[in-house]
C-alpha cells in the first residue's frame, strides 16, 4: 500500500503559524485523494482538509480560511499551512491517503497552541 510520515509539528503560540508536511511512500501512482485529519483525547478524528490529485480541495468550517492544504505530486508530498493558529486546533494531526478502496494513516505529529 501507501506508507506516509507527518513532519512540522510542534508548540506554537496562538495566532502563529505551522506547516505541516507529510511525506507518501510506496503505491503512490495509485493516490487520488490524500488529506489531513485531527485528533485530541477522547474525541473522534475529524476531517481538517483533503486535496484530490488534480488539487480540488475541501475544508472543514473550523479552518476554513486559516488552513490551506496542498500537495505535489511529483515529490509524492503533501502540505498543511496552518495560519492564525488557535488554542483548539492543537491535536494530534494525520496524514491520510485513500488507495485502492483502503485508508492508509501516518503515525501522526503533535500540535500545540499555547494561548
Known amino acids: 500500500q501507501v506508507q506516509m510520515v507527518e513532519s512540522g509539528g510542534g508548540l506554537v503560540q496562538a495566532g502563529g503559524s505551522l506547516r505541516l508536511s507529510c511525506a507518501a511512500s510506496?503505491?503512490?501512482?495509485?493516490?487520488?485523494?490524500m488529506g489531513w485529519f485531527r485528533q485530541v483525547p477522547d474525541k473522534q478524528r475529524e476531517l481538517v482538509a483533503t486535496?484530490?490529485?488534480?488539487?480540488?480541495?475541501n475544508y472543514a468550517d473550523s479552518v476554513k480560511g486559516r488552513f490551506t492544504i496542498s500537495r505535489d505530486n511529483a515529490k509524492n508530498t503533501m502540505y498543511l499551512q496552518m495560519n492564525s493558529l488557535k488554542p483548539e486546533d492543537g491535536a494530534v494531526y494525520y496524514c491520510w491517503a485513500f488507495v485502492n478502496g483502503m485508508n492508509n494513516w501516518g503515525k501522526g505529529t503533535l500540535v500545540t497552541v499555547s494561548s
Open positions: 510506496g503505491r503512490t501512482l495509485s493516490i487520488y485523494t
Open positions: 486535496i484530490s490529485k488534480g488539487g480540488i480541495t
